[in-house]
């Protein structure tokens, strides 16, 4: 979807532009008067919002798509501290537009006012937020949303306060998973975690709850370990909540199935599927059987992943689409030898073995150095001459 809108120019006063919209929405039947308001400009734009989801119903996209334009033109060109609660109120009146077509056509809008407002000006929040509303409803988010790092440039120059930024995150994650984009949604997540602090982090548990209930439900997230680290998940040591996901971080598919057997009610409750749950700690546990392994039994996948035989060979294909592990199946062997694999944490233990392996690498490259060196000095006598 093209978002790039030119700005509308019309060579009328504001006056007149705004008498013009009123006989057209006349026109169309809304209950407007076709003369100008003597309270000013603002009255004229106030009943004229109001009045603007008439063209909804009528006109072709072309003619819907232009009025909007019309009225953001005049919005742009008012005085800030008399436009608040116009924008607002446009805002608002375009998140109720039905059906793809008008979202499209709303979502343009409304962009282009975004684009309109001055970098600094406070309101642009405001618009911000209904904008990600109505792609929602289009399932567009990505117009509009590219990153944190987007968003942080979005309002580098007006910096939203701590309450804006934890709603519009909020709502950035609500809207991210339901256009199917988790590893945004997730990223949106961790971010609005980050913005509490170990002294309102107390205060973060249903969102620390929410960021654990998704990361835990979304099939293609598979490494938890981080959210061990946040401030407002940490704060829920000690609940059933954490105590699920530390299975996921780091346990194998039998401690899930003794947990969800103790905590059966408590798992359907968070409106987690166990089947879904299972899948997942399989595929996890076989990541941990395999760290540092060169090669697995078919026998020891039946035994700790709790399958058949038969379903050894479909349940390692799963485990290649996911790319954390690389590996090949022996099937007259019955192994699977294992070529590299993602850690599910990187503790302390993990770091050492990083460190291990950069010392020899640092000490064999040193080797190679002195050689080539020896080499490069040897005298030309001991030299072979081809």
């Known amino acids: 979807m093209n978002m790039d809108v030119p700005a509308v120019f019309i060579d009328l006063s504001l006056e007149e532009q705004a008498v013009e919209l009123r006989v057209y929405f006349k026109s169309l039947g809304a209950e407007i008067s076709e003369e100008k308001s003597p309270k000013g400009i603002e009255d004229d734009l106030h009943k004229i919002i109001g009045v603007c989801d008439t063209c909804f119903k009528e006109g072709n996209e ?17 005085p800030l501290e008399r436009a608040e609660n116009l924008i607002l109120a446009f805002s608002e009146k375009l998140t109720k537009a039905k059906g793809v077509k008008l979202g499209n056509i709303t979502l343009r809008v ?9 970098e600094r000006c406070p309101m642009r929040y405001h618009v911000y937020y ?25 309002f580098a120059l007006c910096p939203l306060s701590i309450e804006q930024r934890q709603k519009l995150l909020r709502l950035l ?22 913005t509490y602090t170990t002294e309102n982090a107390s205060h973060a548990r249903e969102d620390a709850q929410r960021c654990i209930m998704a990361a835990l439900a979304d099939p293609n997230t598979f490494l938890l370990d981080p959210l061990m680290s946040l401030k407002p998940v940490r704060f829920l040591e000690g609940e059933l909540i954490h105590d ?20 059966k009610e408590f798992v359907h409750s968070m409106g987690l599927d166990h089947e879904a749950n299972l899948k997942k700690m399989r595929l996890l546990t ?24 038969e379903e050894v060979e479909a349940f390692v294909i799963d485990v290649l689409k996911t790319k954390l592990v690389r590996a090949r199946m022996d099937q007259s062997s019955k192994k699977v030898h294992i070529s590299s694999t993602m850690h599910r944490t990187f503790g302390e233990a993990q770091w050492e073995q ?3 392996r950069l010392r020899n690498w640092k000490y064999n490259l040193a080797r190679v150095h002195q050689a080539m060196t020896t080499v490069v000095n040897a005298p030309a006598s001991q030299t072979l001459v081809m």
Not at 65 to 71: P, R, T, Y
Not at 130 to 154: F, M, N, S, T
């Open 244 to 263: 699920l996901l530390t299975v996921f971080v780091s346990a194998k598919l039998s401690d899930y199935i003794k947990f969800y057997n103790e905590h």
């Open 130 to 154: 209904h904008l990600i509303q109505i792609a929602k409803q289009v399932d567009q988010v990505r117009c509009v949303y590219r990153g944190i790092d987007h968003l942080k440039q979005l």
């Open 173 to 194: 994650h609500e809207v991210l998973l339901s256009c199917k984009e988790s590893d945004l949604a997730a990223k949106v997540m961790i971010e609005l975690l980050g």
């Open 62 to 78: 072309y003619e819907i798509e232009s009025v909007l334009n019309a009225i953001v033109s005049i919005l742009v060109l008012i």
């Open 354 to 356: 990083l460190r291990d």
């Open 286 to 309: 076989f990541m941990q059987l395999a760290e540092g392994a060169a090669e697995m039994k078919f026998e020891t996948i039946t035994s700790e992943l709790q399958i058949k035989e």
């Open 110 to 118: 409304l962009w282009l006012l975004f684009q309109s407002l001055d």
